[in-house]
């Protein structure tokens, strides 16, 4: 059993590896540039949503929390008319990357830290380097990557969208395999 406490180190560099790569992944390969799509008539679309000064949140429309009510035959006429959209009101103003760029790497870390709870609680101290990249490898895949699907399952996001989150998460996940595979506790 390796504890979490010795393995700071690769916890810590393949965080910090993991950020600069999404950061290469998405400033520098443009894969993801067409990820979302422009609604026709934005302005117009903008301006008449604006009047509704709508807090920042995730919305349905429809919009029903009664199951009843869903059955109405008002309800499905305005699912048949649509627009059928679920939707997330963000702040006015500019996107703080500041504050994202932050969570992104506590996020790193976390599941840095899950892939080091579970492999070392796995293997021992000196395990072959494969051993470790193996139970990392998979640790992180399910973390940066797995739970993505839903979003597609349940909320109609592009599939080929949440692939390319989920490549970006196979890379990421191989990295940190890699980095604790190399500073694995010899003994």
């Known amino acids: 059993m390796v504890s979490i406490i010795s393995l700071w180190l690769p916890i810590l560099l393949s965080a910090i590896v993991v950020f600069i790569i999404s950061s290469v992944l998405h400033m520098v390969i443009t894969y993801h540039n067409n990820d979302f799509k422009k609604i026709p008539s934005e302005d117009q679309v903008m301006n008449d949503l604006g009047k509704y000064d709508i807090p920042p949140g995730n919305?349905?429309?429809?919009?029903?929390?009664?199951?009843?009510?869903?059955?109405?035959?008002?309800?499905?006429?305005?699912?048949?008319?649509?627009?059928?959209?679920?939707?997330?009101?963000?702040?006015?103003?500019q996107i703080n990357m500041g504050s994202s760029l932050a969570m992104w790497f506590v996020y790193s870390i976390i599941v840095s830290v899950l892939a080091a709870y579970i492999t070392g609680r796995a293997l021992p101290p000196g395990a072959h380097y494969l051993a470790v990249f193996r139970f990392v490898g998979a640790?992180?895949?399910?973390?940066?990557?797995?739970?993505?699907?839903?979003?597609?399952?349940?909320?109609?996001?592009?599939?080929?969208?949440t692939i390319k989150s989920m490549l970006d998460g196979l890379i990421y996940s191989l990295f940190t395999a890699g980095v604790f595979g190399w500073l694995w506790p010899i003994m």
């Open 139 to 161: 640790t992180s895949f399910i973390g940066y990557s797995i739970a993505l699907m839903q979003n597609s399952i349940w909320y109609g996001r592009s599939w080929g969208t």
């Open 59 to 93: 919305y349905a429309m429809p919009f029903t929390s009664d199951n009843k009510e869903r059955k109405s035959s008002e309800f499905q006429e305005k699912m048949k008319r649509g627009p059928v959209a679920f939707v997330t009101v963000l702040p006015k103003g």
